[in-house]
């Protein structure tokens, strides 16, 4: 190998860093839980979901958060304008029972995989 | 509307681009859409108009009793423009790219309207301690905060 094809060096492959998110969002929600579905014993009403605030354990508590907006977001597959993240809205309708639980309705039902994914409550329609 | 949000009430927005944004509260516009400014150079907030729902009323106030919007910020101010028609019949226009026509901030006529606006607010922040880096500050839920239990 002559000298010149020595001090050929190879490119140095691109090191892919990921950019740091500059002016992230902020977090202008509350995480909660989907619980499940309203049911009795055996059967289930998909129409109306079941979510457990972070933080809200007490009946009095919930008040806050009725008509509250939630959002499922969860990832798809395939990208539609630029974004593979997709959101189910929905909203806080009442408290169920006395330990914090509340119920949404969503504008689709939430999808069974959701079962104990999180699921984040809005600050608005705010009241405040 | 409520007797909470008075001129100068600083309210923090919930939505839209700026939200988590510490805005000051100027007056309820005739649509009834509240109308807001930053102040621009404080936080980078033009004069908006937003809806009460998306907004928390704190209990700081800015001292603006003073000031007078003036009547041409209306709801009509914040209406757009009539969208360009023909817009590839123009060979200039059909060869730059949309990207680079794409403005950035306020143009000089709304620079000048909002410094109208915006100066006597910078002043009477500034007399306050501390209300500059308030108005400054993005809020943010931290972890373990609940707004539920949180006094605004």
């Known amino acids: ?128 | 509307m409520s007797t909470k949000i008075t001129k100068g009430t600083v309210l923090i927005l919930l939505i839209g681009k700026f939200k988590g944004k510490r805005v000051v509260f100027l007056k309820q516009l005739s649509s009834g859409l509240l109308l807001v400014t930053g102040p621009y150079q404080v936080n980078g907030v033009p004069l908006t108009r937003i809806k009460r729902k998306y907004v928390i009323a704190t209990k700081t106030k800015v001292d603006i009793d003073a000031l007078e919007v003036p009547t041409t910020i209306n709801d009509k101010f914040f209406t757009p423009k009539k969208p360009i028609n023909n817009w590839e019949k123009t060979e200039e226009k059909f060869f730059t790219k949309k990207q680079e026509l794409k403005k950035v901030g306020l143009n000089e006529s709304q620079q000048k309207i909002q410094k109208e606006v915006d100066t006597s607010i910078v002043e009477a922040i500034k007399k306050v301690q501390y209300l500059k880096e308030y108005l400054t500050a993005r809020f943010v839920l931290q972890k373990g905060q609940l707004p539920h239990k949180m006094k605004f």
């Open chain 1, 1 to 128: 190998m002559s000298q010149e094809q020595k001090k050929e060096v190879k490119p140095k492959k691109k090191q892919n860093k990921k950019k740091k998110k500059q002016n992230k969002s902020p977090r202008l929600h509350i995480d909660g839980i989907f619980m499940g579905y309203r049911r009795g014993l055996t059967t289930q009403k998909t129409g109306t979901s079941l979510i457990k605030i972070v933080g809200v354990t007490t009946r009095k508590e919930t008040e806050w958060y009725l008509g509250k907006k939630v959002a499922f977001v969860y990832n798809a597959s395939r990208h539609h304008n630029g974004s593979n993240v997709r959101t189910i809205w929905g909203k806080i309708t009442s408290a169920h029972g006395n330990s914090g639980i509340v119920r949404a309705k969503f504008k689709r039902n939430l999808p069974a995989i959701a079962m104990g994914k999180k699921v984040r409550v809005m600050m608005y329609p705010s009241k405040i």
